[in-house]
């Protein structure tokens, strides 16, 4: 019962009957200085939450409150500590989950400042209706996607040994599926750029221009597309209530302040974030620099100081990025001409950064490859009577 | 003599573990590495199959909607034989079977390669293979190879002609030792009728193995008529051309098995070198493809009837159904009020003086890079160490001008400030991390679950009107689409090679320096891992023994 209060939907309305109905003023009026009075919390929390998503914190944090799981609220201690949550008394916390509201309160709000918690949420679960790209490689570096850590036992038997041409026959089918998935990739490239170009022109909305697969379907085929507008009302619903606690924000704050006032020891530490400092070394070419001031050089030395800084651009650029990297799926759209737009990506700087990521990805693996030639060449020593010869 | 001698050993162990038909001895008495590396394989090839699976509707989606509309659905797609046969992790039953069938060819080519051999001709013959022997393969050798194996194609058009191969070896053996690099003016024509692929696809199979004389090519001409015919099958209408293509990836990938079983390792670089022909191979695919379409394109809008419609004609007239127009324009109005809303001054002081007391109350290493910062950080210097390593090798050692120099040691002066730059952060991160860590909690599970993929910027930095537009990637031509693509599945493959070069490198190089392998099989071991490791499963080294008497 209690847990559908926590149930977030929109309307903002208690659905339990067994509690009181409460209204947002009435919440205020309840006696919040107790802030252990749970039924005030959780009817306050009925009215403010209207975003049923599945974001794993803040549900499990909701859920924690009811249900105590063990790993639940391990999985919340860590989460909290990834993201840099340093208040020891929530560590504190058993994990039976038998206390401690308040101090989940606090951590779900200072998350909720600290991550944007609602609006990225907002931005993770929008609806699809493009051809999304993801325009990272995030989900590459996940170490759980690459090696085989699932010790998924080859067919090949329970015998401990494995033929080492069937690990061969298995690399080289493997190279065989990524060239297919090449072509597979370049096909579909090419079937999207043609409904791109057939359909231009034809979106109400002119940023877009032209339509999507999903959206040609959609004309194709309405009768398909039943759920995706429902998803699309259920999200404008979802819009509408975040713009309604938008109003609501101050509120929520100045409770929050409240909440805080009976702290043990507030003011005792003062604490100083360590802020990443830029560094500036001078330059110190002096003896070259005077060299060729001596044979008049000089205007030659500015110009070839500023072309080193050009040469130099990417590399600082990269160390420290002026605008945060891009991440996420995005919706792919056709523009032959380049309106100049902020919002939007390009897909070349994409391609820039792919090329840089691919550069550096193959340096890596030649260089492992380079020290397996040399570990290869010290066992070669050991073979009797061969001689290898590398390629 | 002496030419062909540091084959000979090859190709004695060829015969002694090939004969059987069954994938035996080379066994590595140490199997838990192995198996490991087996898995990773398995896994990656799993996760493979399944992104090919999912790709596969999107196009099936893509491709419906460019054929006429009008029409019911009967065209039956033909299923992904070749994403479905390669679930399995073992060669099939009939794989096995041709693989025997070639091994007993393959005797019978050595013997006749014994008794040709000591004809006048030996030296010529020594001279073909020694020439087209592995190694980097240069372009004449491909070429050397092509002319004979494609004179197979009128006489084996099948593709499942792998039974008539020994009865046809003998006589395409006389031509190749003749003069294996003079094109015939006929087998040129042959080669322009097929597309460059497949003379590409054959040529590059032909450059590795020729040291297995006429069972190699044998096995090569197998994938050559493959070829040939695989030419025929995209002629017709673009739909049919995708099961096609599946259905020469399925041909491809059996014959890869068969050839790669056939000579034992030698084959098997052939086999791969095939598929990593590759990538210009399915670049070419795709263009050939691209290339045919406008006419099958055309071909569909003229031969549809009136009343069916094509996106061709129609695209740019269509109109999108009332009721989803406004549920989307409803919607895109709400995420525009969203961005633009702004906290209230109030609300923002109120928060700002909540999360200022509550900070109080960390634990002052707490304020140090939180781990997500830490992450975040380090994934931006990711790519800095390449980067740098290029610039410094980029400048030379001498200068000719003193200008030359300046610049130069300017560049230096500058690499070497941003290197100092990078390392004090790294310190930073280091001390931050193991001061974090220190204060970890008890994870459930492994810490890699508590960072979300895409972890996303602080509030701070990415303002809340950024997190809330639209996401929109444009692209300005076809070209710069596909160059997306595939530079992304390019950064994959290489994420998913060094792992699995890691994986192998902890398991296999074990094994050899703990010598726990039978002795007689330690140097088609050496070679094999070697390949393996050092040329990624492409190039084989020549392994030579040492026989001379001092």
Redesign the interface.
């Known amino acids: 019962g209690l847990v559908s209060l926590c149930w977030l939907n929109p309307t903002g309305k208690s659905e339990c009957p067994a509690l009181v109905e409460s209204s947002f003023t009435t919440c205020l009026l309840l006696p919040l200085e107790n802030s252990s009075s749970f039924l005030s919390r959780t009817s306050f929390y009925n009215n403010c939450w209207f975003f049923p998503s599945m974001y794993?914190l803040s549900f499990v944090l909701f859920l924690i409150v009811f249900f105590f799981s063990?790993?639940q609220i391990?999985?919340v201690?860590?989460?909290l500590?990834?993201?840099?949550?340093?208040?020891?008394?929530l560590?504190r916390l058993p994990s039976d989950g038998s206390a401690g509201s308040r101090e989940l309160l606090?951590a779900f709000?200072?998350l909720l400042?600290?991550?944007?918690l609602l609006?990225?949420l907002?931005?993770r679960n929008?609806?699809k209706?493009g051809d999304e790209?993801?325009?990272?490689?995030?989900?590459?570096?996940?170490?759980?996607?690459?090696?085989?850590t699932?010790?998924?036992?080859?067919?090949?038997g329970l015998?401990?040994?494995?033929?080492?041409?069937?690990?061969?026959?298995?690399?080289?089918?493997?190279?065989?599926?990524?060239?297919?998935?090449?072509?597979?990739?370049?096909?579909?490239?090419?079937?999207?750029?043609?409904?791109h170009?057939?359909?231009?022109?034809?979106?109400?909305?002119q940023?877009?221009g032209h339509?999507s697969?999903t959206?040609?379907?959609?004309?194709?085929q309405?009768e398909n597309?039943k759920q995706?507008?429902q998803l699309?009302?259920f999200?404008?619903m979802q819009?509408?209530a975040?713009?309604e606690w938008?109003q609501l924000?101050?509120v929520?704050?100045?409770w929050?302040?409240m909440n805080?006032t009976d702290?043990e020891?507030?003011?005792?530490?003062?604490?100083?974030?360590?802020f990443?400092l830029p560094?500036f070394?001078p330059?110190?070419?002096k003896t070259?620099e005077e060299?060729?001031q001596k044979?008049g050089?000089s205007a030659?030395?500015r110009k070839?100081?500023e072309?080193?800084?050009l040469?130099?651009l990417?590399?600082?650029h990269?160390?420290a990025?002026k605008k945060?990297?891009l991440?996420?799926?995005?919706?792919?759209?056709?523009?032959?001409k380049?309106p100049a737009?902020k919002?939007?990506?390009?897909?070349?700087e994409?391609?820039r950064e792919?090329?840089?990521?691919?550069?550096?990805?193959?340096?890596?693996?030649k260089q492992?490859?380079e020290?397996?030639?040399q570990?290869?060449d010290e066992?070669?020593e050991?073979?009797d009577?061969?001689?290898?010869?590398?390629? | 003599p002496h030419a062909a001698c540091g084959l000979r050993p090859a190709v004695r162990a060829g015969r002694r573990w090939g004969v059987t038909g069954r994938p035996v001895g080379r066994r590595v008495a140490d199997g838990a590495g192995p198996c490991r590396v087996a898995a990773a394989l398995a896994a990656a090839l799993g996760e493979g199959a399944e992104r090919r699976r999912e790709l596969e509707q999107r196009t099936a989606r893509s491709r419906a909607l460019l054929r006429c509309w009008g029409s019911e659905e009967d065209e039956q797609s033909q299923p992904e034989a070749g994403s479905s046969s390669g679930h399995e992790n073992r060669p099939s039953p009939k794989e096995l079977e041709e693989l025997e069938l070639l091994n007993r060819a393959l005797e019978k080519a050595l013997k006749v390669r014994k008794s040709i051999l000591k004809s006048p001709l030996e030296a010529q013959g020594a001279t073909g293979e020694k020439s087209a022997g592995e190694g980097p393969t240069p372009k004449n050798a491909e070429e050397q190879q092509v002319p004979v194996p494609v004179e197979d194609v009128p006489e084996n058009t099948k593709v499942r002609a792998v039974s008539k191969k020994p009865a046809s070896l003998k006589k395409p053996s006389p031509y190749q030792l003749r003069a294996p690099y003079r094109t015939d003016p006929d087998v040129k024509k042959l080669q322009r009728k097929a597309p460059a692929r497949c003379v590409s696809q054959g040529s590059r199979t032909a450059g590795k193995s020729s040291s297995k004389g006429v069972a190699c090519k044998q096995g090569r001409s197998h994938r050559t008529v493959i070829c040939a015919s695989d030419r025929e099958v995209p002629a017709p209408a673009e739909p049919q051309k995708i099961p096609g293509l599946s259905r020469s990836a399925l041909n491809e990938q059996q014959s890869f098995s068969v050839g790669d079983s056939a000579g034992g390792k030698n084959s098997v670089a052939a086999g791969k070198r095939l598929s990593d022909g590759g990538r210009k191979n399915c670049g070419f695919l795709g263009e050939s493809s691209k290339k045919e379409d406008p006419t099958t394109e055309g071909a569909l809008g003229r031969s549809t009837s009136p009343r069916t419609v094509t996106l061709q004609e129609k695209g740019c007239q269509l109109k999108l159904p009332l009721p989803y127009r406004k549920a989307y324009s409803r919607n895109s109005r709400a995420w525009e009020r969203c961005r633009l809303c702004q906290t209230s001054a109030d609300a923002a002081a109120a928060r700002n003086r909540f999360i200022e007391r509550i900070q109080t109350t960390f634990c002052s290493t707490m304020l140090a890079f939180s781990p997500a910062e830490i992450e975040k950080e380090l994934k931006v210097l990711q790519d800095v160490p390449s980067l740098l390593s290029q610039y410094v090798e980029a400048e030379p050692a001498d200068h000719p001008t003193l200008e030359r120099e300046y610049e130069s040691l300017l560049t230096l002066e500058g690499l070497q400030t941003t290197v100092s730059q990078c390392l004090h952060k790294l310190q930073l991160l280091r001390t931050a991390m193991e001061s974090q860590m220190r204060l970890r909690p008890d994870c459930a599970g492994d810490i890699g679950s508590c960072s979300p993929a895409c972890v996303p910027p602080r509030g701070q930095m990415c303002d809340s009107a950024g997190i809330l537009a639209v996401p929109l990637l444009c692209y300005s031509s076809f070209q710069e689409l596909r160059d997306l693509f595939a530079l992304k599945l390019q950064v994959s493959m290489l994420h998913q090679e060094i792992a699995l070069q890691k994986v192998m490198m902890a398991e296999l190089l074990p094994v050899l320096e703990s010598r726990l392998y039978p002795e007689a099989s330690a140097a088609q071991l050496y070679r094999a891992i070697y390949t393996q490791l050092c040329e990624g499963g492409k190039r084989f080294p020549v392994l030579v023994r040492d026989e001379l008497v001092d």
């Open positions: 794993c063990d790993n391990r999985f201690k860590s989460a500590w990834y993201h840099g949550y340093g208040r020891p008394e560590y606090l709000s200072w400042h600290r991550l944007s609006e990225q907002l931005a929008r609806v209706t790209t993801s325009v990272c490689t995030c989900e590459d570096d996940l170490p759980n996607s690459q090696t085989g699932t010790e998924r036992a080859p067919e090949y015998e401990d040994r494995v033929d080492v041409r069937y690990l061969q026959w298995l690399n080289g089918r493997l190279r065989f599926q990524w060239r297919s998935l090449h072509a597979q990739h370049q096909e579909q490239c090419k079937l999207l750029h043609k409904i170009l057939f359909t231009s022109g034809s979106h109400m909305d940023t877009l339509f697969v959206e040609t379907d959609l004309v194709r309405p597309y995706l507008l699309l009302e999200e404008t819009l509408e975040f713009l938008k924000e101050l929520y704050w100045q929050m302040v805080q702290f020891g507030i003011f005792s530490q003062k604490s100083t974030r360590l990443p560094f070394f330059l110190q070419v070259r060299e060729l044979e050089f030659t030395a070839i100081e072309s080193v800084e040469k130099l990417n590399l600082t990269l160390c990025p945060p990297q991440h996420g799926s995005c919706r792919l759209v056709y523009r032959s380049h737009s919002m939007a990506v390009s897909a070349t994409v391609i792919l090329q840089m990521r691919e550069a550096s990805l193959e340096r890596e693996l492992l490859q020290e397996c030639r570990r290869l066992i070669a050991g073979l009577g061969v001689i290898c010869i590398s390629p």
